[in-house]
């Protein structure tokens, strides 16, 4: 897809981690810790243009000007509950972010989104906004979480997920140009369930072992 603001992660570590949580034999203590540990290696690429400052630090050795990170909020926002898999990774690197929580559902017959939770910091609105979600697949429900961020007053927000379908990839670029897509994989196309093809199944009850 030509489109500037999505970006796919081609690190080793990362694609030999999703192809073992393409794997339908691994467990779920396994997936869920894979869940978890490439979202905190997409990190680096997510939060590359954070803000900076100056600060003077003193060393053991001397005094100089150094580069720390502005004091700009950042609020995670996972879309329950297979969102939840990827907000500690995240934490790890950045442990001073807030946590928001979007639930949205996908009606099984229509595919439709349907929100039933929405609890946010009430600046979310000054922060970035990293919107989490490990199967991207029609678009639904990241473009209406991300609807309802942008009425609450939020500007820069980024999309995360493990796994894209060209569909979801193609609404959000409709109607969210503005939104940068990050993924660890694009994969083929959705089935007639709106299931990720190959994908890796249902990564809600995979991570919690519900199915």
Do not use: W
Not at 89 to 103: D, E, W, Y
Not at 151 to 178: N, Q, W
């Amino acid at each position: 897809m030509p489109y500037d603001n999505v970006f796919i992660f081609d690190h080793p570590l990362i694609q030999h981690k999703l192809s073992l949580m393409r794997d339908k034999n691994t467990s779920t203590k396994d997936f869920r810790e894979l869940v978890n540990e490439v979202a905190t290696l997409m990190v680096y690429e997510i939060t590359k243009d954070l803000p900076l400052v100056d600060k003077v630090i003193e060393t053991p050795v001397a005094t100089d000007t150094f580069k720390v990170l502005a004091d700009k909020e950042v609020t995670l926002v996972p879309i329950l509950r297979a969102g939840l898999g990827m907000v500690e990774g995240v934490l790890k690197l950045i442990p001073t972010a807030r946590v928001g929580h979007m639930g949205v559902y996908r009606d099984p017959e229509t595919h439709a989104p349907i929100e039933y939770y929405c609890k946010m910091p009430a600046d979310v609105a000054d922060s970035i906004v990293i919107v989490l979600d490990p199967m991207f697949a029609t678009g639904g429900s990241a473009c209406a979480a991300i609807d309802r961020l942008k009425e609450r007053g939020c500007s820069d927000l980024r999309m995360v997920c493990m796994v894209a379908a060209p569909e979801a990839i193609e609404r959000m670029h409709k109607e969210h140009p503005d939104v940068p897509v990050y993924c660890a994989a694009l994969d083929k196309c959705l089935n007639s369930t709106a299931y990720i093809v190959p994908g890796l199944g249902d990564a809600g009850d995979r991570i919690f072992g519900t199915k």
